[in-house]
């Protein structure tokens, strides 16, 4: 027993010898050197410290910006500016001359209108004209809008006629229709647009119209009729309530060299036209053509736009010629337009637009009749010269046809 316990005593003291021998050499065993210090400059700068103090600012003295050189040691190159190109003036255009433009564009009209001198005539060369061919030469007539008392006047002076003449050869039927037609247009009437007042220039014209029928337009086609008679025009844009309408007006008048007095959109188109002729009458021109409003909302608000323009504009100058547009291819509506503008201004001639687009051709002799005025002008298409003086023999002969 005691053997056993001295064994083990022996083999406990062993273990911790050997233990501190171990733990002894790896005491001793020195760890490498450092490596020597060198800046690292790839390393960020070490964030101050709290209560570190910043570096005071040194002070230099700053350069101007001529002094700074541009990279490569250049002096700086001023840069000159492209001059700008001057935009050329438009070409001024010469109008075809207004004397039997109205013979030019026969053809034309007579496209539209054959219809009624044909049908007039088929019915006239018929071997019994009784009371229904009479009926159906009336119906012709109201067809083309030609008016109630106007067909009734002209189918009985030509049943009475032909009752007196007996024979009826193709040529004589020709003759007798076109002497009633021409009556009926009225051959006498003085169709001048008057732009020549006797005291001094310029003449005052005045168109009117509803939006819609060319009234713009024909403004402008207006300005190279009278450019193509040696006029000088001033246009005044006093349609300001219908956007763009100055700039069309605009391009009408840099076309044949006619300026063009504007003002702001939605402005006071009283202004405008004052101002429009105050400067025709500064540069002498002969004739101010005004441009005005056409809406027609309300009887009284057109009444009262137009009345102030014209009272405005003759502070100046009286108006010499208050043309109404109408498109024809309305037919009875362009004479209720008709009414209510002779009611607000004195109409003193009427332009027929788009008469090339219809065959009621007889709204040239209704409207005549309804206003107590006479037709000056017809337009006949979409050309710039296509506005012709009214011509009432040309205008029957394309009625008839040949």
């Known amino acids: 027993m005691e053997t056993v316990i001295l064994a083990v005593v022996i083999a406990v003291v062993a273990v911790v010898a050997l233990g501190g021998l171990i733990v002894g050499s790896r005491r001793k065993k020195s760890l490498p050197p450092p490596p020597p210090s060198t800046p690292d400059i790839t390393a960020p700068p070490a964030e101050p410290?709290?209560?570190?103090?910043a570096e005071t600012p040194r002070e230099e003295p700053r350069r101007t910006i001529e002094e700074v050189d541009l990279p490569g040691g250049s002096a700086p190159v001023a840069v000159e500016e492209p001059p700008v190109e001057e935009l050329p003036a438009p070409e001024i255009e010469v109008p075809e001359p207004t004397a039997g433009r109205l013979v030019r564009l026969r053809s034309r009209l007579s496209r539209s209108q054959n219809a009624l001198g044909k049908g007039l005539l088929t019915l006239l060369s018929r071997?019994?004209?009784?009371?229904?061919?009479?009926?159906?030469?009336?119906?012709?007539?109201?067809?083309?809008?030609?008016?109630?008392?106007?067909?009734?006047?002209?189918?009985?002076?030509?049943?009475?006629?032909?009752?007196?003449?007996?024979?009826?050869?193709?040529?004589?039927?020709?003759?007798?229709l076109r002497e009633e037609l021409l009556t009926l247009v009225g051959p006498d009437l003085d169709r001048t647009v008057r732009t020549e007042p006797p005291a001094s220039k310029p003449g005052i014209v005045m168109v009117v119209g509803v939006n819609g029928t060319g009234k713009t337009t024909t403004t402008g086609k207006l300005a190279r009729v009278l450019v193509a008679d040696g006029r000088s025009v001033v246009l005044g844009a006093a349609d300001t309530f219908r956007a763009a309408a100055a700039d069309q007006l605009q391009t009408w008048g840099e076309r044949v060299g006619a300026h063009t007095v504007r003002?702001?959109?939605?402005?006071?188109?009283?202004?405008?036209?004052?101002?429009?002729?105050?400067?025709?009458?500064?540069?002498?021109?002969?004739?101010?053509?005004?441009?005005?409003?056409?809406?027609?909302?309300?009887?009284?608000?057109?009444?009262?736009?137009?009345?102030?323009?014209?009272?405005?504009?003759?502070?100046?100058?009286?108006?010499?010629?208050?043309?109404?547009?109408?498109?024809?291819?309305?037919?009875?509506?362009?004479?209720?337009?008709?009414?209510?503008?002779?009611?607000?201004v004195d109409i003193s001639g009427i332009v027929l637009t788009k008469l090339d687009g219809t065959a009621k051709g007889g709204?040239?002799?209704?409207?005549?009749?309804?206003?107590?005025?006479?037709?000056?002008?017809?337009?006949?298409?979409?050309?710039?010269?296509?506005?012709?003086?009214?011509?009432?023999?040309?205008?029957?002969?394309?009625?008839?046809?040949?």
Do not use: C, Y
Not at 49 to 53: F, K, M, N, P, R
Not at 370 to 386: N, S, T, W, Y
């Open 263 to 344: 003002g702001p959109e939605a402005g006071d188109p009283a202004s405008v036209a004052f101002d429009a002729v105050k400067e025709g009458k500064e540069i002498g021109a002969d004739v101010v053509l005004i441009d005005t409003a056409g809406r027609l909302h309300t009887k009284t608000g057109l009444m009262d736009e137009l009345g102030k323009v014209k009272r405005v504009v003759e502070k100046h100058a009286p108006i010499d010629e208050v043309l109404l547009v109408l498109d024809a291819t309305t037919g009875q509506n362009g004479l209720v337009q008709a009414r209510v503008f002779a009611e607000v």
């Open 127 to 176: 071997e019994h004209l009784d009371d229904d061919t009479w009926e159906e030469i009336e119906d012709t007539l109201l067809t083309a809008d030609v008016g109630v008392q106007p067909t009734q006047e002209l189918v009985e002076r030509l049943r009475e006629r032909v009752r007196v003449l007996g024979t009826r050869t193709p040529d004589e039927l020709r003759g007798l």
């Open 49 to 53: 410290h709290v209560g570190d103090e």
């Open 363 to 402: 709204i040239v002799v209704a409207v005549q009749r309804e206003l107590g005025v006479p037709v000056k002008l017809i337009g006949l298409g979409e050309g710039a010269d296509d506005l012709a003086p009214f011509e009432p023999e040309a205008f029957v002969d394309a009625l008839i046809g040949e």
